[in-house]
């Protein structure tokens, strides 16, 4: 099973500061590596699929990065909206896993 | 509008037996792959397991084989969680989600949730 080790756990962040979240995973998985976004009493929301590639509909301060063995998530700008939990994902072995999860919250 | 709508909130007790579904509207159901999630109350999201509607090909995390079971119908385009034997400790919020495309994993739009209280 490949573990994901995201760092930090909780980051306390100003509006407009820029935020980065690493994934690290226990072996290569390519770029099979997905980012979520989950607000409180919400289903978690895709926000990054395949380490960088952007999906439609999510804000362009949301980009990754990565590939192999280490991933990064980057907010630029946060914004207060930005308050969540975010997990990466990797989909290149079954079982599929999840980081820890990193909460980001807004000062 | 691709879609996933999953059953209502369960509060069972333990030994009882539970099966929750997701329903897809919107796509090709029986093309995308279904994944189930756990996420325990203030936890990580868990994922436990996957289903092919198309042949019912399933995948487990050795976390969850054995305890729960995935099942797919179809003929309504509704995929299945079910236990047989609930604990408290199965007491989560459940997600299901579709996969990208059938040949990977990952999951891009979400169900709302299950709510599963087991209490005695």
């Known amino acids: 099973e490949i573990v994901l080790t995201q760092s930090p756990d909780f980051q306390s962040v100003t509006p407009k500061e820029k935020v980065t979240i690493t994934c690290r995973a226990s072996?290569?998985?390519?770029?099979?590596l997905h980012w979520y976004q989950q607000k409180p009493n919400q289903s978690p929301k895709l926000l990054i699929k395949?380490?960088?590639q952007s999906i439609s509909g999510v804000p362009s301060r949301f980009s990754g990065s990565g590939s192999g063995t280490d991933f990064t998530l980057t907010i630029n700008s946060l914004e207060a909206e930005d308050a969540a939990a975010y997990y990466c994902?990797?989909?290149?072995?079954?079982?599929?896993?999840f980081g820890q999860g990193t909460k980001v919250e807004i000062k | 509008e691709v879609q996933l709508v999953q059953s209502g909130a369960e509060v069972k007790k333990p030994g009882e037996s539970l099966k929750i579904s997701c329903k897809g509207s919107?796509?090709?159901?029986?093309?995308?792959?279904i994944g189930w999630v756990r996420q325990m109350p203030g936890k990580g999201l868990e994922w436990m397991g996957i289903?092919?509607?198309?042949?019912?090909?399933?995948t487990y995390s050795p976390s969850f084989q054995g305890q729960v079971t995935l099942s797919a119908d179809k003929s309504i385009s509704t995929a299945y969680l079910q236990w047989n034997n609930l604990k408290a400790s199965d007491t989560a919020m459940y997600y299901c989600?579709?996969?990208?495309?059938?040949?990977?994993?990952?999951?891009?739009?979400w169900g709302q949730g299950t709510t599963v209280t087991v209490s005695s």
């Open positions: 989600a579709r996969s990208y495309s059938t040949n990977d994993y990952g999951m891009d739009v």
């Open positions: 919107g796509y090709s159901f029986t093309s995308y792959w």
């Open positions: 289903i092919y509607p198309g042949d019912s090909h399933t």
């Open positions: 072996q290569s998985i390519g770029s099979r």
């Open positions: 395949y380490a960088s």
């Open positions: 994902h990797q989909s290149d072995s079954v079982p599929g896993t």
